[in-house]
């Protein structure tokens, strides 16, 4: 042992956990983007941007993903009981902003593809997760997601989007391209 190893760390900020310092702190826990796509009951394609999204098992094969309750289409593709994780990469900025936003049309215009499942599945991604829901916990504010994995779909061998504090990318906080006019932080996912 050195006797730098055996200094006292650097003083910690230790603060109440609200919302807003929530969103900070857990900002540095970079993520990466994922579009959670689904069908309603009527068979119209709804979707959401989620960087709430993990692998859970391998036997069986198991995901998750958090939804907000308030969100429009995490209720319609909770009721179909199938859904498609797309995983972004780094240049789809533009689907990511797309499906960030409670506003306009998330689908018109854009080029997709219904899978063999009646998911959508988006253009240029680089993987997508076919799942049935298997399970759904209440979670505060969100629901936490576990699918059944039906199949597995590896798109393009590309650069994954990452975000972190709040941005996309790895970089200096001050270099950090930010993300709330793509990604609108009022909106409520889901």
């Known amino acids: 042992m050195t006797a730098e190893s055996l200094s006292p760390p650097e003083?910690?900020?230790?603060?109440?956990p609200t919302p807003l310092r929530m969103r900070r702190v857990m900002g540095t826990f970079a993520s990466g983007v994922t579009v959670v796509t689904g069908t309603g009951r009527d068979g119209a394609p709804v979707g959401?941007?989620?960087?709430?999204?993990?692998?859970?098992?391998l036997e069986p094969?198991?995901?998750l993903f958090c939804a907000d309750h308030r969100g429009r289409a995490?209720?319609?593709?909770?009721?179909?009981g199938r859904f498609t994780v797309n995983i972004l990469g780094?240049?789809?900025t533009d689907l990511c902003g797309r499906f960030g936003s409670s506003k306009g049309r998330k689908f018109e215009g854009l080029s997709w593809e219904s899978s063999r499942w009646g998911t959508p599945s988006l253009p240029g991604v680089l993987t997508r997760v076919h799942a049935d829901v298997h399970d759904v916990h209440a979670a505060g504010d969100h629901d936490v997601v576990v699918g059944r994995v039906l199949a597995l779909e590896t798109v393009t061998e590309?650069?994954?989007?990452?975000?972190?504090?709040?941005?996309?990318?790895?970089?200096?906080?001050?270099?950090?391209?930010?993300?709330?006019d793509v990604w609108g932080w009022g909106d409520h996912w889901g």
């Not at 959401?48 to 098992?57: E, I, L, R, T």
């Not at 590309?158 to 993300?179: D, K």
Request: proline residues 8%; contains cysteine; hydrophobic residues 45%.
């Open 158 to 180: 590309r650069e994954p989007m990452l975000f972190f504090r709040g941005g996309f990318g790895v970089q200096s906080p001050a270099a950090a391209v930010t993300a709330s």
């Open 90 to 92: 780094a240049q789809q």
């Open 61 to 63: 094969p198991l995901v």
């Open 11 to 16: 003083a910690a900020e230790e603060t109440e």
């Open 74 to 80: 995490w209720p319609r593709i909770r009721e179909s």
């Open 48 to 57: 959401f941007a989620c960087q709430s999204f993990a692998s859970v098992s």
